[in-house]
């Protein structure tokens, strides 16, 4: 099994930054497409960002220019740093993994249980 652990989230003021990250831990084989969703009340869940294993990043539109994905693949780490939030980023961000565990070696995808970012106006 493979799981997911974020942290970083919390309450900032519109116009600051947040940095989270998520951790990938269990009996993994390789680590494909890592990602950013979000969800806030009364919403579908949505696309924020994604990187590939060789670093190949993409970004919903509403969060380009503002939010940096990255990884570590030695870590089993991808971070999301946010920078210039808006009260519309306030939401709860989930981190997700395409990934194998060491027995089945198959990729299914894999979720945190997220973590609430608050943007006060």
């Known amino acids: 099994q493979v799981q997911l652990v974020e942290s970083g989230g919390g309450l900032v003021q519109a116009g600051g930054s947040l940095a989270l990250s998520c951790v990938a831990s269990?009996?993994?084989?390789?680590?494909?497409?890592m990602g950013w969703y979000r969800q806030a009340p009364g919403k579908q869940r949505e696309l924020v960002a994604t990187v590939s294993s060789s670093g190949s990043t993409n970004y919903a539109d509403s969060v380009k220019g503002r939010f940096t994905i990255s990884r570590d693949n030695a870590k089993k780490m991808v971070y999301l740093q946010m920078n210039s939030l808006k009260p519309e980023d306030t939401a709860v961000y989930y981190c997700?993994?395409?990934?194998?565990?060491?027995?089945?070696?198959?990729?299914?995808?894999?979720w945190g249980q997220g973590t609430q970012v608050t943007v006060s106006s």
């Open positions: 997700n993994a395409y990934a194998a565990d060491a027995y089945r070696r198959v990729l299914r995808l894999y």
């Open positions: 269990g009996s993994i084989f390789s680590i494909d497409v």
